[in-house]
C-alpha cells in the first residue's frame, strides 16, 4: 500500500523559509515522478513542483521559480521541497504526490494540469504572515 507522508509545515514570516519533506513507502520510487501541489483556502488546487524518478529534470509552477527547490532522494525514498522568501500568497495546504509514470509526456501534463498523479499524502500546512 502506497503511503505518503509530509511533515515540515508551519507558521513563519514573509521572507522566511520553510523545508517540506514527504516521506514514502510501499512503492518502488526510485524509478517514480515525484511531485508538490497546494490548496490555498477556497481556491482549487494546484501545480507546485515535480521531479522525475532520477531527478535530473525538475519543473516549476512560474510563480515559486527562483524561490522553491524540489530535491529527491531516492535511496530514503524522500522529497523535499526548498521554499525561500515565503510570501503571503504561498499561505496553502501542500500535498506530496507520486506516479510510477515518471516519462517526459506524462510530466509535463502534470505541469500543464491535464494530468494528475496517482497517489497523494494528506498535506502539510504552511502558513506565511506579512
Known sequence: QVQLVESGGGLVQAGGSLRL???ASGGAFDTWAMG?????PGK?????????????DTYYTDSVKGR?????DNAANTVRLQMN???PDDTAVYYCAA?????????????RGTRDMG?????????VSS
Open 99 to 111: 506516479d510510477p509514470r515518471s516519462g517526459g509526456p506524462f510530466i509535463g501534463a502534470v505541469v
Open 36 to 40: 508538490w501541489f497546494r490548496q490555498a
Open 21 to 23: 519533506s514527504c516521506a
Open 68 to 72: 522553491f527547490t524540489i530535491s529527491r
Open 119 to 127: 497517489y497523494w499524502g494528506k498535506g502539510t500546512l504552511v502558513t
Open 85 to 87: 522568501n515565503l510570501k
Open 44 to 56: 482549487e488546487r494546484e501545480f507546485v513542483a515535480v521531479v522525475n524518478w532520477s531527478g535530473e
